[in-house]
C-alpha cells in the first residue's frame, strides 16, 4: 500500500489543538480526476485560521511529534463542528501529474496549480478541472501561489470596476498580494494608493513603479494618506489588518478628500459612498471606529472572501483570469520565499513561530515532497 502523509489540525474535545503529521493511503483518481504529486504549497495567512487560529500562541509546545496549544474556553463552543476531526490544511499548491483517470489523460506529467484544501500533503487527489494547466518552463515552486494571492489581487480591480469605483486605497501593501497588485495596477493604468508601515516597504513599492505610498508610522501620515487620496479620487479600500483604527482613517481621509473635490453642500457629508471591504486579520482586536462620525453618512465596512467573488463573476471570467495568472506568473504573480520547508520542518517549533507572525518578507513554503 503506498502511503500519503499530510498535516493535519484537530481541536479535541479536551479543548486542545493539535497539529500532526498523518498519514493516510494514497488515493486513486477517478475517470475525470488527477493525481498530483505536491512539490510546492505556501503557508498563506488564510491557512492559519485552520491550522492555528483557535490555538492560544502562549501556550504553544512539542510533544510527542506534535504541536499542542490550548484552545481558550471562550472560543470551544464555536468549535463543536470542528471537535475531534483531523483536518487536512493548507489551501493551494502546484505538483506535476503523477495519474489521471480515463478523462484526463492530456494532464499526464503536467505541472499543475490547484486550489482545493489539504494541500499539504505529498500528494492530492483532485478534478481535472480544478486545476491550472501551467506554460512549458514553469517549475511547481514558480506557481505554488496561483490562486490565493493572484486572484484575490485581480479581484479588488474586478470589484472596483463592478462597483463604480475608479482608484483603490490597499494596506499592507507591501506583503506577496500587494506587490501583485501594485504591478496589476501600473499594467492596467489603475491609480493605487499603498498603505505601508515602514519606509524599507515604502522604497520597495516605489522601485517596482508605485506612485502613491503612505507610511502609516509617520506623524503626517493622515496628511499623506488625504493628499493621495484627494488626487487619485479614490473610494474603495481593501484591508489586510481587519482592527484597530485603520479603516476608519481611511474613511476620514476619503470624506476631507471627497468635501475637496465635491461642488454642492450636503449636511449629511459628501454625498460619494465610501467602502472598506476586509479580507485579512492581522490586527485581532476590534474595528475601531472615530466617534465624531467624521467621514459622513455615505460610508461601509464589509467583509472581502475569495470563493464567493469567483463565484459572483462566473465561470468565464474566473477563466480569463486564471489565463491571466498562468501567463504571468513569473513577472506580475511572481512570489518571493524565505525559507522552504518540509513538512517536518513546517512543524518545527521554530518554523512555525515565524510564520504565526504573519511578518512581511517571511513567507514560507512547504515542500512535502522534500
Same mark, same amino acid.
Given at each position: 500500500? @503506498?502511503?500519503?502523509?499530510?498535516?493535519? @489540525?484537530?481541536?479535541?474535545?479536551?479543548?486542545?489543538?493539535?497539529?500532526?503529521?498523518?498519514?493516510?493511503?494514497?488515493?486513486?483518481? !477517478?475517470?475525470?480526476?488527477?493525481?498530483?504529486?505536491?512539490?510546492?504549497?505556501?503557508?498563506?495567512?488564510?491557512?492559519?485560521?485552520?491550522?492555528?487560529?483557535?490555538?492560544?500562541?502562549?501556550?504553544?509546545?512539542?510533544?510527542?511529534?506534535?504541536?499542542?496549544?490550548?484552545?481558550?474556553?471562550?472560543?470551544?463552543?464555536?468549535?463543536?463542528?470542528?471537535?475531534?476531526?483531523?483536518?487536512?490544511?493548507?489551501?493551494?499548491?502546484?505538483?506535476?501529474? &503523477?495519474?489521471?483517470?480515463?478523462?484526463?489523460?492530456? #494532464?499526464?506529467?503536467?505541472?499543475?496549480?490547484?486550489?482545493?484544501?489539504?494541500?499539504? =500533503?505529498?500528494?492530492?487527489?483532485?478534478?481535472?478541472?480544478?486545476? &491550472?494547466?501551467?506554460?512549458?518552463?514553469?517549475?511547481?515552486?514558480?506557481?505554488?501561489?496561483?490562486?490565493?494571492?493572484?486572484?484575490?489581487?485581480?479581484?479588488?480591480?474586478?470589484?472596483?470596476?463592478?462597483?463604480?469605483?475608479?482608484?483603490?486605497?490597499?494596506?499592507?501593501?507591501?506583503?506577496?498580494?500587494?506587490?501583485?497588485?501594485?504591478?496589476?495596477?501600473?499594467?492596467?493604468?489603475?491609480?493605487?494608493?499603498?498603505?505601508?508601515?515602514?519606509?524599507?516597504?515604502?522604497?520597495?513599492?516605489? @522601485?517596482?513603479?508605485?506612485?502613491?505610498?503612505?507610511?502609516?508610522?509617520?506623524?503626517?501620515?493622515?496628511?499623506?494618506?488625504?493628499?493621495?487620496?484627494?488626487?487619485?479620487?479614490?473610494?474603495?479600500?481593501?484591508?489586510?489588518?481587519?482592527?484597530?483604527?485603520?479603516?476608519?482613517?481611511? #474613511?476620514?481621509?476619503?470624506?476631507?478628500?471627497?468635501?475637496?473635490?465635491?461642488?454642492?453642500?450636503?449636511?449629511? !457629508?459628501?454625498?460619494?459612498?465610501?467602502?472598506?471591504?476586509?479580507?485579512?486579520?492581522?490586527?485581532? =482586536?476590534?474595528? =475601531?471606529?472615530?466617534?465624531?462620525?467624521?467621514?459622513?453618512?455615505?460610508?461601509?465596512?464589509?467583509?472581502?472572501?475569495?470563493?464567493?467573488?469567483?463565484?459572483?463573476?462566473?465561470?468565464?471570467?474566473?477563466?480569463? #483570469?486564471?489565463?491571466?495568472?498562468?501567463?504571468?506568473?513569473?513577472?506580475?504573480?511572481?512570489?518571493?520565499?524565505?525559507?522552504?520547508?518540509?513538512?517536518?520542518?513546517?512543524?518545527?517549533?521554530? =518554523?512555525?513561530?515565524?510564520?504565526?507572525?504573519?511578518?512581511?518578507?517571511?513567507?514560507?513554503?512547504?515542500?512535502?515532497?522534500?
Amino acid at each position: 500500500m @503506498s502511503l500519503n502523509k499530510q498535516i493535519t @489540525s484537530t481541536v479535541t474535545d479536551a479543548g486542545k489543538l493539535e497539529i500532526a503529521i498523518t498519514e493516510s493511503e494514497r488515493p486513486i483518481p !477517478g475517470d475525470d480526476e488527477v493525481l498530483i504529486q505536491i512539490e510546492a504549497t505556501p503557508i498563506n495567512p488564510s491557512d492559519l485560521g485552520l491550522l492555528i487560529g483557535p490555538g492560544d500562541i502562549n501556550t504553544l509546545k512539542a510533544e510527542d511529534s506534535k504541536i499542542i496549544m490550548g484552545v481558550p474556553k471562550a472560543i470551544m463552543g464555536a468549535m463543536k463542528p470542528r471537535l475531534n476531526k483531523p483536518m487536512p490544511v493548507g489551501n493551494e499548491g502546484s505538483g506535476v501529474v &503523477i495519474e489521471a483517470g480515463a478523462n484526463a489523460q492530456e #494532464l499526464m506529467g503536467k505541472v499543475v496549480s490547484v486550489v482545493g484544501g489539504g494541500m499539504y =500533503s505529498q500528494y492530492r487527489c483532485l478534478p481535472a478541472a480544478s486545476c &491550472i494547466v501551467m506554460n512549458e518552463g514553469t517549475e511547481p515552486r514558480d506557481c505554488a501561489s496561483s490562486f490565493v494571492n493572484p486572484l484575490t489581487a485581480l479581484g479588488m480591480v474586478e470589484t472596483m470596476k463592478m462597483e463604480g469605483h475608479t482608484a483603490l486605497v490597499h494596506t499592507a501593501a507591501a506583503s506577496n498580494l500587494g506587490q501583485m497588485l501594485v504591478k496589476i495596477c501600473v499594467d492596467d493604468g489603475v491609480q493605487l494608493v499603498n498603505i505601508v508601515r515602514k519606509q524599507e516597504h515604502v522604497d520597495l513599492l516605489k @522601485s517596482i513603479g508605485a506612485e502613491f505610498v503612505c507610511n502609516s508610522s509617520d506623524d503626517d501620515f493622515m496628511e499623506q494618506l488625504t493628499s493621495a487620496i484627494t488626487e487619485t479620487k479614490a473610494t474603495l479600500a481593501f484591508d489586510a489588518t481587519g482592527g484597530g483604527e485603520l479603516a476608519g482613517k481611511i #474613511l476620514t481621509c476619503m470624506e476631507v478628500a471627497a468635501r475637496k473635490n465635491a461642488t454642492e453642500y450636503s449636511p449629511y !457629508g459628501s454625498t460619494e459612498h465610501k467602502q472598506v471591504y476586509i479580507y485579512g486579520a492581522l490586527n485581532q =482586536s476590534g474595528i =475601531s471606529l472615530p466617534n465624531n462620525r467624521s467621514f459622513g453618512m455615505y460610508w461601509g465596512i464589509g467583509g472581502f472572501l475569495l470563493t464567493p467573488f469567483l463565484g459572483k463573476i462566473g465561470f468565464e471570467k474566473v477563466g480569463e #483570469l486564471q489565463a491571466r495568472v498562468a501567463n504571468e506568473i513569473k513577472t506580475t504573480f511572481a512570489s518571493n520565499y524565505t525559507q522552504e520547508v518540509s513538512l517536518e520542518e513546517a512543524l518545527s517549533l521554530e =518554523s512555525l513561530m515565524v510564520y504565526a507572525k504573519q511578518a512581511t518578507g517571511e513567507k514560507f513554503l512547504i515542500n512535502p515532497n522534500g
